[in-house]
């Protein structure tokens, strides 16, 4: 039986299958309409969005009841920065 990340790694994106794809510009990297990707270092404005898809994705793994070490493994970041986005999450509700 497979735990919790590799669950979540098994399911990847529906549109598509693969398991880091999409945003909120598009479903599928594959179809997506814009020139430059969000997740290009380079992008002008697109910090903005990186942090609010980090949230959404903080958000969404903890309503699965992930721990906090877990999501922070799973999203690339530290305990520390996940613990803020709870913290966020937790104010804007």
Do not use: W
């Not at 994705?57 to 690339?76: D, K, N």
């Not at 803020?84 to 999450?89: A, E, G």
């Amino acid at each position: 039986m497979p735990n919790q990340k590799e669950q979540l790694l098994m399911e990847g994106n529906p549109i598509c299958g693969h398991i880091y794809c999409g945003c909120l510009a598009s479903d599928c990297c594959f179809n997506c309409p814009l020139a430059q990707c969000v997740f290009e270092d380079n992008a002008p404005k697109m910090n903005e969005i990186r942090l609010k898809l980090k949230d959404e994705r903080v958000g969404a793994l903890l309503e699965r009841e992930f721990s906090i070490s877990l999501i922070a493994e799973i999203v690339g970041v530290s305990e520390r920065t996940v613990s803020r986005s709870v913290r966020l999450l937790k104010l804007s509700k």
